[in-house]
């Protein structure tokens, strides 16, 4: 499974539920990964820094906008 597939499988996963399910594979595990666990681990990390660019996109874009449209002092 591909990290775009994590993230658009329908409905948008927020990277804070993505941080969780990496929280539950780890603590499942014991702290410990087997080799299938590594691999979805490593997917879901790329799949968390995908979603938690895309949250702080709109973010900078509305700051821009608003310094744009302050008046000049």
Do not use: K
């Not at 660019?53 to 310094?67: K, Q, S, V």
């Amino acid at each position: 499974m591909s990290p775009n597939h994590l993230c658009s499988r329908g409905s948008v996963r927020s990277a804070a539920d993505i941080n969780n399910r990496i929280r539950t594979l780890f603590h499942t595990a014991g702290g410990y990964l087997r080799p299938h666990e590594r691999a979805e681990y490593e997917q879901l990390v790329t799949a968390w820094a995908i979603a938690e660019a895309a949250e702080r996109r709109p973010a900078r874009r509305t700051e821009a906008m608003r310094e744009e449209m302050a008046p000049a002092a």
